[in-house]
């Protein structure tokens, strides 16, 4: 079992920048594929980010690619979104979640993912 806080959410002016962190417990942080998923006020969670187990293959929601970047370090067991050039729909309630697979197969569904963070607010200003 894994739990996961996520950190790094606030307000920030379009265009800007954030870099939110999510940190997992536990010693087998590496057998975990990780992924971001975002909830907007009124709408259903959203796929938009996803890392295989040893950060050598990712995945993104197509409206987010060229902006955000997801990373791993399995020595710190935390995984990065990193955020630019946000846009007012990017703003959300950002969660992090863990998948336990050792594949090389990358997943948008969240249903695969047992393992989920309380999530951080981002709210992107126009």
């Known amino acids: 079992q894994v739990q996961l806080v996520e950190s790094g959410g606030g307000l920030v002016q379009g265009g800007g920048s954030l870099r939110l962190s999510c940190a997992a417990s536990?010693?087998?942080?590496?057998?975990?594929?990780m992924g971001w998923f975002r909830q907007a006020p009124g709408k259903e969670r959203e796929f938009v980010a996803a890392?295989?187990?040893?950060?050598?293959?990712?995945s993104y929601l197509d409206s987010v690619k060229g902006r955000f970047t997801i990373s791993r370090d399995n020595a710190r067991n935390t995984v990065f979104l990193q955020m630019n050039m946000l846009k007012p729909e990017d703003t959300a309630l950002y969660y992090c979640?863990?998948?336990?697979?050792?594949?090389?197969?990358?997943?948008?569904?969240?249903?695969?993912?047992?393992?989920w963070g309380q999530g951080t607010q981002v709210t992107v200003s126009s």
């Open positions: 890392i295989n187990w040893h950060g050598g293959s990712t």
């Open positions: 536990g010693r087998t942080f590496s057998s975990y594929a």
């Open positions: 979640a863990a998948r336990l697979y050792r594949g090389s197969t990358l997943s948008d569904r969240n249903y695969e993912y047992a393992y």
